[in-house]
């Protein structure tokens, strides 16, 4: 089923900006106006609560849709720390700059500001009013203070002065202990104090941080309860026993409250030593410019104002909450309760018939190229692959770019092993990585103790590539092996993120990641390359040229884009050019999507949609109709400034036409989805997509999990 036959729900209060006025008939649209455009930051917070939104979704497991409640949280930290943060940043040393959508930085935290607690809110309501409930009647409790028995307050007091007592670092505050440096999104508490301490001291106030080693939920133990898996909070173990923290004084009152900080680092473009700034920076992270202030509803307004006070931040900046302050934390449910009837159930990815059983991967990627699509099909070929050259006698030479890997990498191991072997091993490292900085330092010592090769990219553009090179030797001649990905090499998100692995020993596109890597580990001119598209240099140009071909067919022409997001202006303006010639254009995006779509005029044959479901949808593809001889791009960038002009990124051809087809088919699929899927409408708000009366549900994930494991969702 398409978009076109798509009945969707009454659309929720989504705080979106109102419609806008059509020209009239004739008159010619200004493609530059900022009515055209919709703003990146309130892009970001409307994919954030389509998130959210799916914490009330049945389909979804109850654990899952608990899960779907924090990562919410987890999004909502990072739009604050990176954005919110930026936009401040703007303000505070007078870099205002306007947006393609003609907003000023003061006008977008406003607005940020009225939606974000709005949803924030809504949050808390599912959390305390759904969520709780239906746990309950699954016999799974958050089990609060009043309702602890005898038995189970004993053992919270052993819990609190064997667990938390050692380790936990009251501060008085008073003028030789001013207010602490607390670290970004820590769990802290204030506490109100009467009485005098051992010095005669009459502080009246202190602050309580909660040590990040300790967890912040614990089980109850099954035999001093009454049946089922029982939580304790550990705020509720602290706020039970703050007393014993200030011996002799008296406790009115203790609430819990987080800070969030600034957490985008700012690196200078001519460093000497990359590395060593970087752990520099990792230090301040934690203690940046403050930009929003979580506090426990019930604490008392003259503490809330002494805190905004402590932090510079107004109103705006506060966010009063019904609940525990760090929702992500409540994540670890799934770990402490053994509830699989209650999460998704699990499924082996699949591996293509093609290298099923094969020893060789490099036999296999001979006979024919390979594409997979984690995470249906397994992410172990790539591993595979490496693992195989760093033993193969006759691979000389491995090269790869890394990006985020994970810790105890299978990949960052083949390669340690094929530099211990003897090859020459070079890798990329991406030290900018965000929040992965610090990993990936690790990782490049790791690397070079080995006898790996490591080199850190270009200062100034983020290597944000995917590609292995493997160079061996046969029959006289060396042949080059080439992996290039839309996805990171993190195993561990090729199980949970939608990404493509495309393997092949094309000469010309083995010659041209060759080139690449020449780029990235030298100095000279930019090489010309035969088929990749490579950002920032030929990316953006050659994707509207091909847009541009594609509007000289009218009508016959034919667009699908598959993004993260969409932002870049020079981009949106060429497909709005192909709509108004009468090109068929549909964008998957999963998150921000600055163009505005089914505008008469402007974008009437643009349809956009954004697919939300049990993975985080990941891949890049560029389809072009190309008057029936489709010419498709797989890709590791996004329709964003940032990709296409200051990061280093490939796009590569899918040219065997069973692999064009496949794609073609997934493609369908998304387009197709009748319950995953959200229809960005003229007004930029999302309509979520619903079956017709009678008809059957499709739901995009599902059917490739289906289709290419037989598991069924």
């Not at 954030?48 to 899952?64: E, G, S």
């Not at 580990?521 to 050659?542: D, E, Q, V, W, Y």
């Not at 036409?657 to 699929?669: F, G, I, N, S």
Request: aromatic fraction near 8%; charged fraction near 25%.
């Amino acid at each position: 089923m398409t978009t076109e036959t798509a009945k969707t729900t009454d659309p929720s209060d989504q705080n979106v900006p109102a419609p806008v006025d059509v020209p009239p008939v004739g008159e010619e649209i200004n493609l530059d106006a900022s009515e055209n455009y919709f703003n990146r930051e309130l892009g970001q917070l409307q994919f954030n609560y389509r998130v959210l939104k799916q914490a009330l979704d049945n389909t979804h497991p109850l654990i899952n849709r608990l899960i779907f409640c924090c990562i919410f949280s987890s999004n909502m930290d990072e739009f604050f720390e990176i954005r919110v943060a930026g936009l401040r940043q703007q303000m505070k040393y007078g870099r205002e700059a306007v947006g393609v959508d003609g907003m000023l930085p003061d006008q977008v935290l406003e607005e940020i500001g009225r939606i974000a607690h709005d949803y924030i809110d809504e949050q808390y309501e599912i959390l305390n009013k759904v969520l709780i409930p239906e746990l309950e009647k699954e016999n799974i409790h958050f089990v609060r203070r009043r309702e602890w028995t005898a038995e189970q307050a004993e053992w919270v007091r052993s819990y609190f002065e064997d667990e938390i007592l050692p380790v936990v670092s009251p501060i008085g505050l008073d003028p030789s202990h001013p207010f602490p440096r607390l670290v970004n999104k820590s769990l802290n508490f204030i506490v109100e104090l009467d009485g005098k301490d051992a010095f005669g001291r009459e502080t009246g106030l202190a602050i309580v941080p909660a040590p990040r080693s300790l967890p912040r939920l614990v089980r109850l133990p099954d035999e001093i309860c009454n049946g089922g898996d029982n939580l304790v909070f550990l705020s509720s173990m602290i706020h039970a026993h703050a007393d014993e923290l200030f011996p002799g004084m008296e406790v009115k009152g203790c609430y819990q409250f987080r800070l969030t900080r600034n957490a985008d680092l700012e690196l200078e473009d001519d460093l000497e030593d990359l590395a060593s700034a970087l752990r520099g920076e990792l230090l301040s992270r934690r203690f940046g410019d403050a930009v929003r202030l979580e506090v426990a509803d019930n604490c008392p307004e003259e503490l809330i104002e002494f805190l905004l006070r402590e932090f510079g931040l107004t109103e705006r900046e506060l966010y009063k909450v019904h609940g525990p302050v760090n929702l992500t934390r409540l994540m670890a449910v799934g770990g402490l309760v053994d509830r699989p009837d209650l999460t998704y159930s699990s499924f082996s990815p699949s591996i293509p018939r093609a290298i099923r059983n094969k020893d060789s991967m490099f036999d296999a990627i001979r006979k024919r190229p390979l594409l997979l699509l984690h995470p249906y099909e397994n992410f172990s070929p790539v591993v595979d692959l490496l693992r195989q050259a760093a033993k193969d006698p006759q691979v000389l030479a491995i090269r790869q770019t890394l990006y985020r890997t994970g810790a105890n990498s299978e990949v960052v191991e083949a390669l340690a092993d094929a530099a211990r072997r003897g090859k020459e091993v070079t890798a990329v490292i991406e030290l900018r990585a965000r929040f992965s900085e610090e990993e990936n330092l690790e990782l490049a010592s790791r690397l070079q103790e080995a006898g790996v090769i490591v080199v850190y990219g270009v200062v100034g553009y983020k290597t944000h590539a995917k590609m292995i090179l493997v160079v061996r030797r046969e029959e006289g001649r060396l042949r080059r092996y080439v992996h290039l990905g839309t996805g990171n090499y993190h195993a561990g998100n090729a199980r949970l993120y939608t990404d493509y692995s495309f393997m092949t020993c094309d000469e010309s596109i083995g010659d041209d990641v060759n080139k690449l890597f020449q780029q990235l580990t030298g100095m000279g001119k930019a090489l010309k390359i035969k088929k990749l598209f490579h950002a920032p240099f030929t990316l953006h140009n050659r994707l509207i040229s091909l847009i541009e071909r594609e509007a000289s067919l009218g009508e016959k022409g034919r667009i699908i884009f598959k993004f993260n997001a969409l932002t870049e202006p020079q981009l949106i303006k060429a497909l709005y050019r192909a709509s108004q010639a009468g090109v068929k254009i549909d964008l998957i995006i999963r998150g921000i999507c600055c163009l505005r779509p089914q505008v008469t005029g402007l974008s009437d044959n643009i349809r956009v949609r954004s697919i939300i479901g049990r993975f985080l949808e990941h891949t890049r593809v560029y389809y072009f109709g190309n008057k029936g001889r489709p010419e498709v791009y797989c890709s590791s960038a996004d329709g964003m400034e940032r990709n296409l002009l200051n990061r280093v990124e490939t796009a590569f051809p899918i040219e065997d036409p069973t692999l064009v087809a496949r794609l073609r088919e997934d493609l369908d699929t998304y387009l197709a989805d009748n319950c995953q899927s959200w229809v960005l409408q003229p007004d930029g708000s999302y309509q979520q997509n619903q079956p017709e009366e009678g008809e059957e549900r499709l739901a995009s994930q599902w059917v490739l999990l289906e289709r290419l494991t037989g598991k069924t969702g």
